[in-house]
């Protein structure tokens, strides 16, 4: 088997058991990573030689008989997570000479049980898009047809891993952006409940939505990174204080008796009929596990695209008011203050940031912001209600993650509402702020890789991963592998 197919668990086995050190399991990924790349674009930046040296690291301790589940495992992350020393753009050209001065809770994390840096991956510029295309730094394409996107923001992060670039990456997600790559690129990726992982360090885009999670190529892996990653950090105030279950002990106990809603306002009309078809592909393994279905409804799911695109971009339009070209990131050549804020911001921001950082700012003007903001926020309640609702008869929920497979590079670039009906399915769950994972589900007849989304009560992340874990072990569709 080539080490860069490899899971987190096949390989800590290999390099528990001394077969493979993890120099020369970083060293295969760096060549694979190079190999690939020109096709599909996952990386903007690549630490081969900090990377060989944390792995170095890593045989030291492993020859100690300190072997951790990810000591040694070679990782990447979105850019969006600061990392000291090792320049992070956020997908921006305003941040392209950004280097910080520290590093994220949740990256630190990681790294302090072992893990390996091989870089920072490519995303939509300050995670605002659904296809990698705003990016400053190219386009990546879908492992599985490099003519299609891989979805996004964190693009980079569910391209790598179905490359098999990384054995496993780090993503945001603030309406999607873990759940809807993962899907369109057959990997796991799981966005936590809001506060269970700590943002300190991650760059700001809508601070009441975002939240860290993993994107993998199984479920056992999921429940690893998430373990790693999850638990209250003094740093961030947002981040709640309670105990981190074991997640990988409660994976295999099975589905039986699991009530399952099938919320109506999800499997709609204009559904592609391949989702379809592995929707109800899906919904017949869990049956024949011994699930319930209970049919439920979400009655606000309408509103939940404008509620979103109200919310957060009002927040990311005070979220990106700091880059000013003053304490860090671009600054302009100009006379004068005035012009050199406005300057620095033009040649900086991308049009998909100008045009949300517009939005946000009229939503919150005075005079527009009880219409608008204010209104929002009432309906983000009602949605939030739905869920809890829903979750009095249910303990999980399954519905599509998108309403379509990965879409060609191009198609919506210029439609930016269709581009934005593309996490219909995603975004009530940020609203909500509770957690949602994406796992593999089936291909359309082209070939694309179809993810399944299960929405877990607040603080259950436990139940999601075990109903995936449960359809996982009765189907094969995480093994396959794109032909790249
Ligand atoms: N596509 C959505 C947006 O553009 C979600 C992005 C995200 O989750 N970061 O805002």
């Given at each position: 088997?080539?080490?860069f ?10 390099l528990?058991?001394k ?10 990924m ?28 890593a045989?030291?301790l ?27 753009t ?5 941040l392209?000479?950004?280097?910080p001065?520290?590093?994220a809770?949740?990256?630190?994390k990681?790294?302090?049980?072992g ?14 898009g ?19 996107i891989?979805?996004?923001?964190s ?16 993503g ?5 952006s873990?759940?809807?790559p993962?899907s ?37 892996d ?7 990653l999850?638990?209250h ?38 559904l ?6 592995a ?9 024949r ?28 339009s005070?979220?990106?008011a700091?880059y ?22 033009s040649e900086?921001f ?5 045009r949300r950082?517009?939005l ?14 204010l ?13 809890i ?44 702020g509770?957690?949602?994972?994406s ?24 139940s ?7 359809f ?10 794109a032909?790249?």
């Amino acid at each position: 088997m080539n080490i860069f197919d490899m899971t987190i668990h096949e390989l800590h086995t290999a390099l528990k058991g001394k077969q493979i050190s993890s120099v020369e399991a970083t060293s295969a990924m760096l060549k694979r990573i190079e190999a690939v790349e020109p096709n599909v674009g996952s990386f903007i930046t690549v630490t081969s030689e900090q990377a060989l040296a944390a792995a170095e690291q890593a045989d030291q301790l492993i020859a100690q008989g300190e072997c951790d589940l990810l000591t040694g495992i070679p990782l990447a992350i979105k850019d969006i997570f600061l990392t000291k020393g090792v320049r992070t753009t956020c997908g921006s050209r305003i941040l392209h000479n950004f280097i910080p001065p520290y590093s994220a809770t949740s990256w630190e994390k990681l790294r302090d049980r072992g893990a390996v840096l091989l870089g920072k991956l490519n995303q939509d510029e300050f995670a605002m898009g659904s296809s990698n295309e705003s990016s400053a730094y190219g386009i990546t394409r879908n492992p599985w047809d490099t003519t299609c996107i891989p979805g996004g923001s964190s693009g980079g992060s569910a391209a790598a891993v179905a490359a098999r670039q990384a054995i496993a990456t780090l993503g945001t997600d603030t309406g999607g952006s873990i759940r809807q790559p993962a899907s369109h690129c057959g990997c796991v990726g799981l966005k936590p409940t809001y506060g269970r992982v700590s943002r300190y360090g991650v760059i700001a885009y809508a601070s009441s939505l975002d939240q860290v999670g993993p994107l993998t190529r199984d479920v056992a892996d999921c429940a690893v990174m998430l373990g790693a990653l999850a638990g209250h950090d003094p740093k961030d105030s947002t981040s709640v204080d309670t105990p981190v279950p074991d997640y990988s002990a409660t994976l295999s106990q099975g589905v039986k008796g699991l009530r399952i809603g099938l919320p109506k306002e999800y499997f709609i009309d204009g559904l592609d009929p391949d989702v379809q078809k592995a929707m109800d592909a899906a919904i017949d393994t869990y049956r024949r596990l011994g699930a319930e279905f209970v049919d439920i409804s979400l009655p606000h799911t309408d509103y939940a695209v404008a509620t979103y695109y109200l919310i957060a971009t009002a927040e990311a339009s005070s979220n990106l008011a700091r880059y000013d070209g003053v304490r860090f990131g671009h600054r302009a050549e100009a006379d004068g203050l005035l012009e050199m804020y406005t300057k620095s911001r033009s040649e900086g921001f991308g049009s998909e940031v100008k045009r949300r950082i517009m939005l946000g700012t009229y939503a919150l003007s005075s005079g527009y912001y009880d219409a608008y903001y204010l209104k929002a926020q009432k309906v983000r309640t009602m949605i939030m209600n739905d869920f809890i609702k829903a979750f009095a008869s249910v303990d999980v929920i399954l519905t599509p993650v998108a309403p379509t497979p990965a879409f060609k590079i191009g198609e919506k670039i210029n439609d930016p509402l269709q581009m934005y009906l593309s996490d219909i399915f995603t975004i009530p769950v940020n609203l909500a702020g509770t957690c949602a994972m994406s796992l593999p589900a089936g291909f359309s007849a082209s070939g694309l890789p179809i993810g399944l989304q299960l929405i877990g009560k607040p603080f259950d992340e436990e139940s999601i991963l075990r109903a995936g874990y449960a359809f996982e072990q009765a189907t094969d569709w995480h093994t396959r592998k794109a032909a790249i």
